[in-house]
């Protein structure tokens, strides 16, 4: 699996912890660090790598699962074609995306909000991808008690 924009490696540990090879990159070296030492301390296999999100092909490798947790929202709108372009240069066919983002659906959102249509116009036929569920969740933030109401999107790499 490839977790894209890792932060301090949370999710990337946990699917480690279940026994599945992991990558997690970020562009933040301090991150990565944490990472690492987060890794080391809880004796957990697992690999942590800087990288780009919006150059993954430079990774040289393809995963059958790819984890975005709060980055694609982060991204303006005439940067996610590049992003969503990268993102298909390291997902195997018929493998699958995880997106969790910020919606626009509820009181308090999030920075950056996101539409189920804006997601639906990231991921499409037409670049390679077919949405295949969008779902209600939240997303833990530093601002919101109990988390801000997110979007779970599974999109399958056709
Ligand atoms: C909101 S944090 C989410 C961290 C982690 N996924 C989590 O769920 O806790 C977004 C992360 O994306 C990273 N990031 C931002 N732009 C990036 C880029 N162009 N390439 C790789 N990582 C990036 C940031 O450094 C940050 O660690």
């Known amino acids: 699996m490839l977790d894209a924009g890792c932060g301090t490696g ?3 540990l ?4 279940l026994g599945l090879s992991v990558l997690g990159v970020d562009v933040a070296e301090t991150a990565l660090a944490m990472a690492r030492a987060k890794a080391d301390d809880r004796g957990i296999e697992v690999e942590f790598a800087a990288a ?8 040289g490798r393809r995963f059958e699962t ?3 947790c709060g980055l694609f929202h982060s991204f303006d709108a005439d940067e996610r074609p590049g992003y969503v372009a ?17 919606s626009d659906d509820g ?14 116009a990231a991921f499409s036929s037409s670049n ?15 601002y919101h008690d109990d988390g ?8 399958k790499r056709i």
């Open 128 to 142: 390679g991808w077919d949405v295949v569920a969008i779902e209600p969740d939240r997303v833990q933030t530093r």
């Open 86 to 102: 990268s993102l298909a240069s390291v997902t195997e066919h018929d493998g699958t995306l995880y997106v969790l983002c910020f």
């Open 107 to 120: 009181p308090d959102t999030g920075p950056h909000p996101i539409s189920q249509e804006e997601l639906r």
């Open 10 to 12: 949370e999710n990337a």
């Open 148 to 155: 801000a109401p997110a979007w779970f999107a599974t999109i």
């Open 66 to 68: 790819v984890l975005d």
């Open 14 to 17: 946990h699917v480690a912890s």
């Open 52 to 59: 780009d999100a919006f150059q993954l092909e430079r990774l």
